[in-house]
């Protein structure tokens, strides 16, 4: 028996070369994926061929060297290439593989048929492994660079580096984006989130520091071809996502930032968001979730220079340099406690034209004097502006003679 089997074993070794040989040819046949790929490639899986009729021998000679005999048919691979070829493609090459060893050995002995089988079972198993540990590592790799992107986008760090790794990351939308800030339990469903937002015709990037949960919404731009869920007509706006999205939250504020015309600029969005949420409790009304843009009083009064800016360049200077009278009679009004008649009092004009007037205003800058809310922001606007420095102007340079 063990003669027998030495002498099965000498004869392996002999025709070791033509199978690798014929396997090769097999390939070329019967995989059409392979034969596209360049030379370089051909070569590695070529060598992982090899390496597995060589291990099978090695196996067969000792069959208890299985765990590490069968893993070692990769070590001949590349990275480069287990990241080419999906593991679809690589139980096709062991299929191809394992059905012309079996035919050139098989008629040989029952007991190299056998083996054959044990030993193709064995290296599918090795190979599922190797993946599956690839795919745990890039898992862990995307986990980290997904926390990197969205703190540099809170920070407000970004650097030539981070479209790069947006990209890597797999980022699908192209267009306009938006950060949600909110506070959210530790075991909150990450993998829900991200199908949940997905459904709806976005991409999200997620941060979960502490207990503070940011999520970083892009979505592709109208009629673009780009991403994987172009928008549309139909496509639901950044507040009505983050409504969507508010189950994942606990109790407390969820604040919108502004929109961006892209990732890159998404700290301005996630700077309004943080400064709002720090905020939020001061309006006992505030809805849920509330955007940033809402908080501009109480984001002003605290201090955060984003939100003066806001007020002065969305609200004063446009209805300063649109007329002077429109900035009057907001005044007015808004001093006179939201009262038409006062107002026209004050002014000399009918009510209806003060009527006209805000209605002028309201077009002029989007906000409404007339709601309780908005007239706040409206006159901290007024107040914020009136106080704001002049910037001074350049003197005109003489042309030289």
């Known amino acids: 028996m063990q003669q027998s089997k030495q002498q099965e074993l000498a004869w392996l070794r002999k025709i070791s070369g033509e199978l690798a040989t014929q396997t090769i040819a097999t390939l070329e046949e019967t995989l059409p994926w392979y034969g596209a790929m360049p030379p370089s490639r051909r070569s590695s899986i070529g060598l992982v061929a090899q390496s597995g009729i060589s291990s099978f021998i090695a196996w067969y000679e000792d069959p208890t060297s299985t765990p590490w005999v069968a893993a070692d048919v990769f070590d001949a691979a590349p990275r480069e290439l287990l990241r080419s070829i999906s593991l679809q493609e690589t139980l096709q090459l062991i299929r191809v593989v394992v059905t012309v060893v079996e035919a050139r050995v098989a008629p040989k002995s029952e007991q190299l048929r056998e083996a054959v089988m044990h030993y193709s079972r064995d290296v599918a198993f090795a190979s599922a492994d190797v993946y599956a540990r690839a795919a745990e590592a890039r898992g862990l790799w995307d986990a980290r660079l997904e926390a990197l992107v969205v703190d540099a986008i809170l920070t407000g760090e970004a650097d030539e580096e981070l479209p ?11 267009g306009e984006a938006a950060v949600i ?4 339990d530790r075991n909150v469903d990450i993998d829900q989130i991200r199908r949940t937002t997905r459904h709806r015709g976005a991409d999200v990037l997620i941060g979960l520091q502490g207990k503070r949960l940011v999520l970083v919404i892009g979505r592709a731009e109208a009629g673009s071809q780009d991403g994987e869920h172009p928008a549309d007509d139909n496509t639901p ?6 409504e969507r999205l508010s189950e994942f939250f606990v109790d407390g504020p969820i604040v919108v930032g502004p929109t961006v015309p892209n990732l890159v600029e998404a700290s301005k969005s996630a700077h309004a968001a943080l400064a709002g949420v720090a905020v939020a409790r001061a309006w006992r009304a505030a809805p849920r979730p509330v955007a940033a843009d809402d908080l501009l009083p109480e984001r002003a009064l605290a201090g955060d220079s984003l939100a003066r800016a806001t007020l002065i360049e969305q609200i004063y200077q446009p209805l ?3 007329s002077p009278e429109l900035l009057e009679t907001l005044w007015c009004y808004l001093d006179n ?3 038409l008649e006062a107002t026209a009092r004050e002014l000399f004009v009918h009510p209806n034209t003060v009527r006209y007037r805000l209605k002028k205003v309201s077009e002029v800058i989007g906000w409404n004097a ?9 006159q901290s606007a007024l107040i914020i502006g009136s106080i704001a420095p002049v910037p001074a102007k350049r003197p005109l340079r003489r042309p030289k003679a």
């Open 320 to 322: 300063k340099s649109h």
């Open 337 to 339: 406690g939201r009262s």
């Open 370 to 378: 007339t709601g309780a809310r908005e007239a706040l922001i409206l």
């Open 237 to 242: 706006s950044f507040h009505e996502i983050a």
């Open 181 to 184: 800030v909110g506070t959210a």
């Open 164 to 174: 790069s790794r947006i990209a890597a990351l797999g980022w699908h939308g192209h």
